[in-house]
Nanobody, 124 residues
Framework: QLPLVESGGGFVQSGGSLRLSCGTSGFILDYYAIGWFRQAPGKEREGVLCINRSRGSTYYADSVKGRFTISRDNDKNLVYLQMNSLTPEDTAVYYC?????????????????WGRGTQVTVSS
């Protein structure tokens, strides 16, 4: 399993933006499918955005289409989640996950390696 670390979470007002980063050491993230997930209190973990290896296909949750994007910086061995037009409904702990090979969906069960998460809080 990969030792994944998320960063970039914080507190932001509604309509604002945040960029989350997912990194690791000892592994090349471009070889892995990467997913961003979130879990709000009392709710199940849900897939937000997932991208296949080597800038392959992406999967978006309907709730974030047009607002969130996922990208890779292979020079820095990072994967980003850019979140724009945030609303209080986006408040959750956000997790980065990785899976060797290709994925066909963006579900938590599709991924083996997980970070510990970073809190995102959006005020109204």
């Amino acid at each position: 399993q990969l030792p994944l670390v998320e960063s970039g979470g914080g507190f932001v007002q509604s309509g604002g933006s945040l960029r989350l980063s997912c990194g690791t050491s000892g592994f090349i993230l471009d070889y892995y499918a990467i997913g961003w997930f979130r879990q709000a209190p009392g709710k199940e973990r849900e897939g937000v955005l997932c991208i296949n290896r080597s800038r392959g296909s992406t999967y978006y949750a309907d709730s974030v289409k047009g607002r969130f994007t996922i990208s890779r910086d292979n020079d820095k061995n990072l994967v980003y989640l850019q979140m724009n037009s945030l609303t209080p409904e986006d408040t959750a702990v956000y997790y980065c996950a990785a899976q060797w090979g290709q994925i066909n969906s963006c579900r938590p069960t599709d991924f083996l390696s997980w970070g510990r998460g970073t809190q995102v809080t959006v005020s109204s």
